[in-house]
């Protein structure tokens, strides 16, 4: 399994860093079997899986759940979970507790937080007490509501400025890496060559030291429309919708099940049947 240590020796050679996300059992296994660096038990599952409309009402206890089921699906790989809305914010104790309970009750590595600003003072608390911490910057998407919708950030010079000054605070605090979304890849590219920690993009370009994407994005799984930044490889959608039109057709039809699926009782026991 590769480790903190691991990542920015890849940054060092320019091995690039493939990470995806993962939120259950299934997703957790054959992301690992596909030889993902980094799994991360993205706050996203509030939208692909469990249906809500942001990642806003994500609690503790959802990616504590999902925690789990990702670990045990992914026993040999570097497991990241993000911490949710509102659970890294008030006081650092708070911080702390949210960080220790996905890693002792789900089985993290490390946690992930959006933002700068006052968020630095908490990656650096969650750093001395030992709590690796991935950085996410640029399009953080619990600050929805500030942002002003899912757009393009860092757009101007001094909003770049600015990005480039905050990711240079987390990585100070102690951040082990950083990722960067939905930003112009100039500024990108930008960034990953001011910093030490690997940078994992995100809609941010070919000039960072990795990326990252959403599985099920990835897949074409239950999501329609997607991110211009988003490419999809294949699509589940299809096979699975294919797969069950077929099965309800069939049952309907009686052509499902076959003798083959059925199980015989033998002749002799069958004549010993009452009535
Ligand atoms: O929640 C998530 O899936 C993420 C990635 C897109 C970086 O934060
Ligand atoms: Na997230």
Redesign the pocket.
């Known amino acids: 399994m590769k480790q903190t240590t691991d990542f920015v020796k890849m940054k060092k050679t320019g091995e690039k860093i493939a990470m995806l ?1 993962a939120y259950d059992y299934p997703s957790a296994k054959l992301a690992e079997e596909s030889g993902s660096d980094i799994l ?1 038990v ?4 509030g939208m692909v899986v469990l249906g809500y409309d942001s ?1 806003i009402p994500v609690t503790i206890e959802d990616m504590i759940h999902h925690t789990k089921a990702v670990k045990r699906g992914a026993k040999d790989t570097f497991i990241v979970t ?1 911490l949710p809305f509102m659970t890294y914010h008030l006081n650092r104790e708070e911080t702390l507790r949210s960080a220790a309970a996905v890693i002792q009750q789900g089985g993290a590595h490390a946690v ?1 937080v959006e933002g700068g600003g006052h968020v630095v003072e908490m990656i650096a608390s969650l750093t001395s007490a030992g709590i690796p911490v991935m950085s ?1 910057l640029g399009l953080t ?1 619990q600050s929805v509501g500030v942002l002003g919708g899912y757009k393009v950030q860092g757009k101007t010079a001094e909003a770049a400025n600015q990005l480039l000054e905050e990711a240079v605070k987390c990585e100070s605090a102690g951040a082990f890496a950083l ?1 960067l ?1 939905c930003v112009p890849k100039q500024i990108a590219e930008k960034i990953t060559n001011a910093l030490a920690i690997p940078v994992i993009g ?1 809609g941010a370009g070919a000039g960072t030291d990795g990326q ?3 599985y099920h994005d990835v897949v074409t799984y239950g999501v329609e429309r997607v991110p211009k930044f988003v490419k999809q490889y294949t699509d589940v959608n299809h096979a699975v919708r294919e797969g069950l039109k077929q099965y309800v057709r069939e049952v309907k039809e009686l052509e499902f099940p076959e003798e083959r699926h059925s199980f015989i009782m033998k002749a002799e026991e069958l004549s010993g049947l009452y009535g």
């Open positions: 996300t991360l993205g706050d996203s599952l990642t993000d992930k996410h998407p990722v979304e995100i990252v994407l959403v």
